[in-house]
């Protein structure tokens, strides 16, 4: 485990993911750089430099074979596991290719929660050894060991069985004995390869009293560097040479050996054998560590859920999910306490969830939201302390934020107090939700059901009454989540179905009356606003006191009747693309074209619009407005539109037609030096920090006096509206958050804004 200075200079790093890769340690290190500055021969050469360097290979080959108990078998270096991984699957499906039988229908099996590195190889080389073997993942139960049934139905025709011996997002180890014994009783003639990169240094193992052929090895996973591995292979089992060339590895593969990558992993070996004055920590110590971690998560996140069985894990991985908390959010949060860890599962373009996790048929919940920490044998007791320590600060900063509930009532009262416009988020929909912390009353639009929990949290920590929760209309692509919300708090409302209070007075709004409620001073009207749906809604907030003028409107939530990029979809059997004519032309007249609208759904991370900003890019909307085409013509163009919706793969329901004129803006990306340049001038720039609360809180820079999160970007925006010219640069930690609310602030015509590219983990 390393720790390092963090880039504020205030918290060490506390390294927990050791099964992504390790530090190389100090010894491993400085015998690697003996081994390039004095040991530096080919082991090839017949002279003195390169005999000693040989004798660095036979060394660590030796102790690589004591290790792991090959017996007569042989030990190959490679430059990691997934060159292992190739070595094993050519030579046993070069050898199975010459006893094809053409009546017999094969199979390739493998784990269903091994390293992709397997499953891709074995499509790979199939293809290009053209054998006609079907592949099949073996599935796992719930504890995510191997279906022996189904390993015992399809042993008798593979050519392959490819197994792990420990996972590395779970760290659940299989039964090899039971497997062997399955395999074996129904193939005594199949290859058989287990993937033992997360097994070394913490399982002991004897393969030659095994009948596994191929065995490969990563250093890079036990404290030795990037480059180096190596790979079992069984006495007589079939090898072919990945790598040709040169003849070096008694010409099994070749290419000048990686001596200092050997030099270090001979340390680590020595420590294994308890041959080097430093010794590894023991099982049984490493068990204490996972307790001490596993009691300090448990008090500091109550919600928190392990996703495997801690009876066939190794102790040195833990894999958790919090209920409430993305993988994603816990992530940023570990990290702003200079925790590393990583999220247990996989990103696509849209879902992020653990395959592993999947195939366990743990609940989608928990797959979504994996964190992953492991550490490795060289984990010390001052390192747990501190690691501790840090998640019990980690959730007061939850706490802090009204994102979690404090048990004890001190807590409650040291909180960051919300007040105005809060965006949530999932996927590509918004609830909104507005707070007057002076009267300690909040309003709640569009509710969706994913955080209803955590806006009753929010609610409850900040001491507010939910005035209403309303719907912009009945929603497609998801149920309000209105009565979860109001069961959660305990409260019982008299409305209409979208939530609009049964008895309200009425405003006058440029001549015409509308219904309104209060919240705090403020007024929110509602405006009936057919088109999209029949029962759409527009709700719209005025400062105190307003009466008549549009430009003086706070917000419009529009539902989805106006989006970002496009109009709101009218080709529901709901739907009423003449009314939207007419609703497009009055909401124009009420709001004007610079109130900033908060609709139902943000697909492109734009977070919100003006009329004026969307008349711009979407010529249908720009046609209503200035009258150019009557409600005939609109309804034409409007169902052309229509039709360029493509609902996602996910079958989500998309509300409008993208019409893909999401332009980049021109903003000016600082990195560290360039941005130091300009702060080091006399300027008027002010420095943003965008990340969440709770994540300031862990890291807060004194030169960073404002923190704006993406949740409060357009409550800021608002507030900003008249200092457009002002000079802006949004920092994150990544550089990617900081990026979108930069985009959208230059969208929205405030023309100096700039980010830290690369954000707060680049910047020195
Ligand atoms: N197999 C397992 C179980 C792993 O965890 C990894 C690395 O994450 C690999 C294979 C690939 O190892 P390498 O990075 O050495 O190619």
């Given at each position: 485990m390393s720790k390092q200075s963090s880039n504020t200079g205030a918290l060490s790093q506390i390294y927990l993911d050791s099964n992504a890769t390790t530090p190389v340690l100090p010894q491993a290190a400085e015998a690697a750089l003996a081994c390039m500055e004095t040991l530096f021969g080919n082991p090839s050469s017949s002279h003195i430099t390169g005999l000693r360097a040989k004798q660095v290979m036979d060394n660590t080959r030796r102790n690589?074979?004591?290790?792991?108990?090959?017996?007569?078998?042989?030990?190959?270096?490679?430059?990691?596991?997934?060159?292992?991984?190739?070595?094993?699957?050519?030579?046993?499906?070069?050898?199975?290719?010459?006893?094809?039988?053409?009546?017999?229908?094969?199979?390739?099996?493998?784990?269903?929660?091994?390293?992709?590195?397997?499953?891709?190889?074995?499509?790979h080389w199939l293809k290009v050894l053209e054998i006609d073997a079907t592949l099949m993942a073996i599935p796992v139960d719930k504890q995510g060991l191997l279906d022996t049934e189904f390993l015992a139905q399809h042993a008798p025709n593979a050519l392959l069985i490819c197994t792990m011996a420990v996972n590395n997002e779970t760290g659940v180890f299989q039964d090899l004995e039971l497997i062997e014994q399955v395999i074996r009783a129904n193939n005594p003639d199949a290859f058989w390869m287990v993937d033992c990169v997360q097994a070394l240094g913490k399982l002991n193992l004897t393969l030659a009293d095994t009948t596994i052929d191929y065995a490969p090895f990563s250093g890079h996973k036990l404290y030795a560097p990037k480059g180096i591995g190596f790979v079992y292979i069984r006495e007589n089992a079939p090898f072919t040479p990945f790598i040709a060339g040169g003849g070096q590895e008694g010409g099994l593969r070749s290419g000048t050996e990686n001596l200092p990558g050997m030099a270090a992993l001979n340390v680590v070996f020595e420590m294994?054998?308890?041959?080097?004055?430093?010794?590894?920590?023991?099982?049984?110590?490493?068990?204490g560590f996972r307790q001490q971690l596993t009691q300090a998560l448990r008090t500091a996140f109550p919600?928190?859920?392990?996703?495997?069985?801690?009876?066939?894990?190794?102790?040195?991985?833990?894999?958790?999910?919090i209920a409430g908390f993305s993988s994603k959010e816990m992530m940023d949060l570990f990290d702003a306490a200079n925790i590393r860890v990583s999220s247990g599962s996989a990103c696509s373009s849209k879902v992020t969830r653990s395959f592993v996790l999947d195939a366990m048929g743990l609940p989608a919940w928990q797959s979504e939201s994996a964190i992953r920490l492991s550490f490795g044998p060289a984990m010390t007791q001052q390192d747990v302390d501190a690691a501790c320590q840090r998640i019990e600060q980690s959730a007061a900063a939850l706490t802090h934020s009204c994102l979690a509930l404090a048990d004890d009532a001190q807590n409650m009262t040291d909180k960051a107090e919300l007040n105005g416009l809060m965006q949530f988020k999932v996927g590509g929909s918004c609830t909104w939700l507005y707070v007057d912390q002076q009267h300690k009353q909040a309003v709640i639009i569009d509710p969706l059901p994913q955080i209803s929990e955590r806006l009753a949290t929010l609610l409850q920590c900040q001491g507010l009454s939910l005035v209403a929760a309303i719907d912009t209309h009945g929603h497609a692509d998801h149920q309000s989540s209105r009565g979860e919300l109001l069961n959660l708090l305990g409260l019982e409302q008299y409305t209409d179905h979208l939530g609009w209070p049964e008895q309200t007075k009425t405003t006058c709004l440029n001549g015409q009356r509308y219904p309104y409620i209060t919240v705090g001073e403020q007024q929110l009207i509602a405006v009936p606003s057919k088109g999209h749906t029949s029962d759409s809604i527009s709700l719209l907030l005025t400062a105190p006191n307003h009466k008549e003028t549009a430009t003086k409107l706070r917000y419009a939530f529009c539902?989805?009747?106006?989006?970002?990029?496009?109009?709101?979809?009218?080709?529901?059997?709901?739907?009423?693309?003449?009314?939207?004519?007419?609703?497009?032309?009055?909401?124009?007249?009420?709001?004007?074209?610079n109130t900033l609208i908060c609709p139902s759904h943000d697909y492109n991370n734009e977070f919100t619009t003006t009329i004026g900003a969307e008349m711009e890019r979407i010529p249908l909307l720009k046609q209503v407005i200035e009258l150019k085409i009557n409600q005939a013509q609109f309804v034409l163009q409007k169902s052309q539109l229509d039709q360029h919706i493509v609902d996602s793969a996910h079958s989500e329901i998309i509300c409008g037609a993208l019409t893909g004129q999401c332009q980049q803006q021109h903003i000016t990306e600082y990195n560290a030096e360039t941005l130091a340049a300009v702060m080091d001038k006399p300027n008027n720039l002010m420095l943003i920090d965008i990340r969440e609360p709770h994540e300031f809180a862990l890291q807060h820079n004194a030169s960073f006096d404002h923190n704006v999160p993406l949740t409060r970007l357009v409550d800021f925006i608002e507030r900003q509206q008249l200092n457009k010219t002002q000079p802006f640069v949004l920092v994150c930690r990544s550089g990617?958050?900081?990026?979108?609310?930069?985009?959208?602030?230059?969208?929205?015509?405030?023309?100096?804004?700039?980010?830290?590219?690369?954000?707060?983990?680049?910047?020195a």
């Open positions: 690589a074979k004591e290790v792991i108990g090959a017996g007569q078998g042989e030990v190959i270096f490679t430059s990691g596991a997934t060159e292992g991984i190739q070595t094993a699957i050519i030579s046993a499906l070069h050898q199975a290719k010459q006893s094809l039988n053409p009546e017999t229908d094969y199979c390739v099996l493998y784990g269903a929660t091994e390293h992709k590195a397997v499953p891709e190889s074995l499509k294994l054998l308890g041959k080097h004055e430093q010794q590894f920590a023991c099982h049984e110590v490493l068990a919600a928190i859920v392990f996703n495997h069985n801690f009876d066939v894990s190794v102790a040195t991985t833990l894999n958790f999910s539902g989805d009747t106006i989006l970002m990029g496009t109009l709101g979809r009218s080709n529901f059997e709901c739907s009423d693309s003449a009314a939207m004519y007419q609703t497009l032309i009055q909401l124009e007249h009420l709001i004007g074209q990617s958050r900081s990026h979108v609310a930069a985009q959208a602030l230059s969208r929205l015509g405030f023309s100096q804004v700039g980010h830290l590219k690369g954000g707060y983990a680049l910047s």
